[in-house]
């Protein structure tokens, strides 16, 4: 099946700062790469998401970015604030199974 | 505005009992799964259903297992709960034609003394 890995595990910015998470998958069949951001104590939400087809998208301060060559995709957010502290998952479609694998998670850090 | 709801936020039981956990979704939505999230691994499927009465095996099934009687709710259970089954359990639903964006329930602790 499907593995996914997300680097780093915990990731400590100054406000204003940029972060990047990055995440690996093994199936190349897959096509569909989200990104959930799980604030403390809540439950996790959609930001972004990419399919195969395309290699770059960006919503305000959040960017993601795929390469299927090498079967990998990051999140940028820039210009961080406090409120981007959370947890970011990572997570690839894997066609045969039919269901979604996540990465381990980043806990993201944002320091006013 | 999707709202999918779980039966309890925190939950203590003794090893051995059975455990019901349920999930209802208010949106139509044809699947459902169940994680569990647990430190440094993420979100983990359990199991995942795309219809009433059906259901498939995620990546970690061992020890539990799932009722989807009715389109809107998903019971997951553990017929006779372990120690290594406290975690978070996490359940998400997705319409068909959009499979990929889940929207999840506030989530259960479960802790197993």
């Known amino acids: 099946g499907e593995n996914v890995e997300q680097h780093p595990s915990t990731l400590s910015v100054q406000e204003g700062d940029s972060a990047v998470i990055k995440c690996t998958y093994s199936?190349?069949?897959?096509?569909?790469f989200p990104w959930y951001k799980q604030e403390l104590g809540k439950r996790p939400q959609l930001i972004i998401d990419?399919?195969?087809?395309?290699g770059e998208k960006k919503d305000q301060r959040i960017a993601v970015t795929l390469n299927k060559t090498a079967k990998h995709f990051s999140l940028h957010i820039t210009e961080t604030q406090p409120e981007d502290s959370a947890v970011y998952f990572c997570?690839?479609?894997?066609?045969?199974?039919?269901?979604?694998?996540f990465g381990g998670g980043t806990r993201l850090m944002v320091k006013p | 505005d999707v709202k999918v709801t779980q039966s309890s936020r925190y939950l203590v039981k003794r090893t051995g009992e059975k455990v019901f956990l349920e999930c209802v979704q208010d949106m139509d939505h044809e699947n459902m799964f169940w994680y569990r999230q647990d430190p440094g691994l993420g979100l983990r499927l359990i199991y995942f259903?795309?219809?009433?009465?059906?259901?498939e095996k995620g990546d970690i099934p061992e020890g539990y297992s799932v009722s989807r009687e009715k389109k809107e709710r998903f019971s997951l259970i553990l017929e006779s709960a372990s120690t290594n089954q406290t975690s978070m359990y996490l359940c998400?639903?997705?319409?068909?034609?959009?499979?990929?964006?889940?929207?999840f329930g506030p989530g259960t602790r479960l802790t197993v003394t």
């Open positions: 199936d190349s069949a897959s096509n569909y």
């Open positions: 259903s795309y219809d009433v009465k059906m259901k």
């Open positions: 990419i399919r195969s087809n395309v």
């Open positions: 997570a690839a479609y894997y066609n045969a199974g039919n269901m979604l694998t």
């Open positions: 998400a639903s997705s319409l068909t034609g959009d499979l990929y964006e889940q929207y």
